[in-house]
């Protein structure tokens, strides 16, 4: 009775963190989501879309900002606006993008805002 009880909750344990570690790819939403698929994906995408066809320049400079995530696990880097902006001295922003990475079920991934103005 004691070596089912244990199997039991060893079971339990393994679909719980398997749970936690595959489902962290989908907790992430935005106004724009392409699917994010395990095996690999690459996309661009606005986070904005009030600039382009309408007349309005995306500006003369371009700064990036990247997070990092290394088997869903551990995750580094600042993906902000303001980390963007700065890396290159843009005081006023026109368009923004995001762009995200994924390499071999969730291993590595990259989540970069891209960052268009003057």
Request: aromatic share 12%; charged share 15%.
């Amino acid at each position: 009775m004691k070596a089912k009880k244990m199997l039991v909750i060893g079971f339990v344990a393994v679909v719980a963190i398997s749970v936690s570690i595959f489902s962290t790819g989908c907790i992430g939403t935005s106004n724009f989501m392409p699917p994010k698929t395990p095996i690999t994906a690459q996309w661009t995408a606005p986070v904005s879309t009030e600039c382009g066809d309408n007349g309005i320049t995306f500006g003369s400079k371009v700064g990036r900002s990247t997070n990092y995530s290394y088997f869903s696990l551990v995750s580094s880097g600042d993906c902000s606006v303001v980390a963007a902006a700065k890396s290159v001295g843009i005081t006023k922003v026109r368009h923004i993008e995001q762009e995200y990475k994924n390499v071999g079920f969730f291993m590595y991934q990259e989540m970069t805002v891209i960052v268009y103005g003057d």
